[in-house]
């Protein structure tokens, strides 16, 4: 009776599949522990490579970077050639008395010799200060006059500060001598009187 308790049990295990596994071959199973070991030495190549391949890696992309400069910096604009604002020409003094100078700069452009722009200068060589200033200039009819508006129309006393502005003359007969006549009002500021002063000169220049 026990012998064929025994044969039930082991039928019954085995439909279960809860008996002992059968030995499985070491060959046909790897080893974990063994796998690793084994692995060692390409690992081990694979760190060294790591210290050393970004080092020759960076110098070959630094040495390409550098030539992709030199290139492009071969291709870069040129430097911007300097204005050419014509001919220089020397400052002159239009007209001075004991109370007032006035000077002018000359500038002529190469492609337009017919048009000269003029910048006056207005200096005031009293101890009083001029206010309302104003300045009028007048040409012959072969002449063409344009005045830009004056900086400002206060002059400080004792040369302590100017006013500017700006001529633009055109020669219709180029060669020409250039004839002006220019004049100058003004009156003391704070002054208890209207009295307008004014100043008049005739200027001539060769254009």
Request: hydrophobic fraction near 35%; aromatic fraction near 8%; include cysteine.
């Amino acid at each position: 009776a026990s012998q064929a308790a025994k044969n039930g049990t082991d039928v019954l295990m085995d439909i279960l599949s809860l008996g002992t596994p059968p030995a499985q071959s070491s060959s046909s199973t790897p080893d974990i522990f063994s796998l690793s070991q084994n692995q060692k030495s390409p690992v081990a190549s694979l760190d060294g490579l790591s210290t050393s391949s970004p080092v020759s890696a960076r110098a070959a992309s630094s040495q390409a970077a550098s030539s992709i400069i030199d290139l492009l910096d071969g291709l870069g604009p040129s430097p911007p050639a300097p204005e050419n604002n014509g001919p220089a020409y020397p400052s002159v003094v239009a007209f001075e008395s004991s109370s007032l100078r006035v000077m002018f700069d000359f500038l002529k452009s190469p492609g337009n010799p017919q048009i000269t722009v003029i910048k006056a200068t207005f200096t005031n060589l009293s101890s009083n200060v001029y206010a309302d200033f104003v300045f009028q200039a007048a040409v012959p009819k072969f002449l063409q006059l344009h005045l830009d508006p004056a900086s400002g129309n206060t002059l400080p006393a004792n040369s302590s500060g100017t006013v500017t502005q700006t001529l633009r003359v055109t020669n219709s007969q180029h060669g020409k001598l250039i004839r002006s006549m220019v004049k100058m009002f003004w009156r003391k500021a704070k002054s208890t009187t209207s009295h307008v002063n004014c100043e008049d000169d005739r200027f001539f220049w060769k254009d």
